[in-house]
């Protein structure tokens, strides 16, 4: 069962920041997720929100803004009490990301907007063809299946992961359609049963975001192919 650290490890560090992907390293995570959307001048910067103003001392729309404005803004402590070590300071770029990881865990990179793909569809795959990663290094996820439907159109190997919180049989049908590796479903949805049901039809469960002890040793028992986490530690 993978253990995957959401947004890095987010229950020990500002989210998708620099910090809380090296702590869920140092927490030998197999996977971490982080969340991706495009500045004004076309960089992939992995953010949550559409906007920074939950996040760090600034305001505005993430694509809006160019990436050098990004990089001037600093994640706010105010969001996050905690002491914000110098990796934890500014918005990490997709690429940044990918050289901190340098090939230690899988990265599922889940796509905010639709404009964003072709752009991560291009990253990864400079990083299989000049730097040696391998595609399954990667796992591109989204709500938005429209864009995912668009990286299976540019690169059939990136393999995909179907983002849901409502309807699994939908989620089962498209995930054929386009050939997904997987079917990431919010963790309410699953049962035993279903998710069995799933993985005889050849898709890995990647149910989000478990984070209480109790759920943990539930979901485990449904044998799911890995587990998303703010707490990669608590896998
Ligand atoms: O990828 C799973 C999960 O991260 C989806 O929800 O809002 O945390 O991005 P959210
Ligand atoms: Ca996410």
Redesign the pocket.
């Known amino acids: 069962m993978l253990k995957i650290g ?2 890095g490890a987010r229950g020990y560090e500002p989210e998708n920041t620099l910090a809380s992907f090296q702590k869920a390293l140092n927490m030998q995570v197999d996977g971490i ?1 982080l ?1 991706v959307h495009l500045s004004a001048d076309g960089e992939i910067i992995v953010i ?1 929100d559409e906007t920074i103003d939950r996040t760090t001392n600034g305001k505005g729309f993430v694509n809006a803004l160019s990436l050098r404005k990004l990089k001037a803004f600093r994640i706010d402590g105010k969001y996050d009490p905690r002491h914000l070590a110098e990796l934890a300071q500014q918005i990490p770029t997709l690429k940044e990301v990918f050289d901190l990881v340098n090939q230690d865990c899988f990265i ?1 990179i ?1 796509l ?1 907007s639709y404009e964003v793909t072709d752009k991560v569809v291009a990253l990864i795959e400079k990083y299989v063809t000049k730097k040696g990663w391998k595609y399954d290094q990667f796992l591109v ?1 989204s ?1 938005d299946w429209n864009a995912l439907q668009q990286v299976a159109f540019l690169n059939d190997k990136i393999p995909i ?1 179907v ?1 849901t ?1 409502t309807d699994l049989n939908l989620a089962l049908a498209f995930a054929k359609f386009i050939q997904a590796k997987s079917i ?1 479903p ?1 963790f309410h949805l699953l049962t035993k049963a279903n998710t069995a049901q799933i993985q005889v039809k050849g898709f890995d469960v990647f149910p ?2 478990i984070n209480e002890l109790e759920d943990i040793q539930k979901i485990k028992t449904f044998n799911v192919n890995g587990i ?1 986490t703010d707490f990669p530690n608590r896998i």
Request: glycine share 6%.
């Open positions: 959401h947004r997720e969340d949550h599922n889940e905010k996820s709500f992961g983002l919180e990431h919010h989000w975001t998303i």
